[in-house]
């Protein structure tokens, strides 16, 4: 069995990047767009609990400030739980986090964070 325990250096920068992307858009007041780059930070980060963890706590905040109660909750499920399965390294590829999906649904990626995450799993 496989243990995730960090993520490859490289691949924490195009995390990150959605992440600031994120905090933009949110300073913005533009929601829409915010929260497509937290799912995009889900979908990079899953794999590595410290990572995964963190974006589900950023939806969680995100949830309450929408006062958005099945968001709320949602995330609250996913925090028990999502770190110890990217530890394992038992996510559903693809996922985006959010409590609009089921979490563990498997989901089509976007082709450019494909070729993101297929170049730093050749090199783990």
């Not at 990079?44 to 400030?65: A, I, N, V």
Request: net charge positive; proline share 6%; no cysteine.
């Amino acid at each position: 069995m496989k243990f995730n325990t960090s993520i490859p250096s490289g691949l924490k920068g195009h995390y990150l990047k959605e992440i600031e992307l994120y905090r933009s858009y949110l300073q913005k007041n533009d929601l829409t767009r915010a929260w497509h780059h937290l799912e995009r930070s889900h979908i990079l980060g899953q794999s590595y609990p410290m990572e995964h963890s963190y974006t589900h706590w950023l939806m969680l905040k995100f949830g309450f400030s929408q006062r958005n109660i099945k968001e709320v909750f949602g995330q609250v499920i996913r925090l028990l739980v999502g770190g110890w399965k990217s530890f394992i390294d038992h996510v559903p590829i693809g996922n985006t986090g959010g409590s609009n999906v089921p979490p563990m649904k498997k989901m089509e990626m976007p082709p450019d964070l494909i070729l993101i995450l297929n170049n730093y799993r050749k090199g783990q």
